[in-house]
């Protein structure tokens, strides 16, 4: 089991940076590929990114390529999700999200979730 929490969500203006971590509580963490979703009200939950259980293999959604960056640091059970460059329609609850497979973006494919952290870019 892999409990998990999301944290650095804000309100910030377009074209500025934000980082979210997502904490993570069990030592399966570190054998657990991890991924970002976010969610829109009335939309369905996108994949944003993907990170394989080393860190060494990463898989982005084509909105975000060039402009976020997925990381993780195991020996603090933390994965990370750097966002540059924001725009108003990153605005979105953000999700953390774990399982065994790989790089995969599925959301149902994921076991475990986090509760989700806001994000609001202003124009």
């Known amino acids: 089991q892999v409990q998990l929490v999301e944290s650095g969500g804000g309100l910030v203006q377009a074209g500025d940076s934000l980082r979210l971590s997502c904490a993570a509580s069990g030592r399966a963490f570190r054998t657990t590929a991890m991924g970002w979703f976010r969610q829109s009200p009335g939309k369905e939950r996108d994949f944003v990114a993907a990170?394989?259980?080393?860190?060494?293999?990463?898989y982005y959604a084509d909105f975000v390529k060039g402009r976020f960056t997925i990381s993780r640091d195991n020996a603090k059970n933390t994965l990370y999700l750097q966002m540059n460059s924001l725009k108003p329609e990153d605005t979105a609850v953000y999700y953390c999200?774990?399982?065994?497979?790989?790089?995969?973006?599925?959301?149902?494919?994921?076991?475990?979730w986090g509760q989700g952290t806001q994000i609001t870019v202003t124009s």
């Open positions: 999200a774990g399982q065994s497979e790989g790089l995969i973006r599925a959301p149902a494919d994921y076991n475990y």
């Open positions: 990170i394989n259980w080393d860190g060494f293999n990463t």
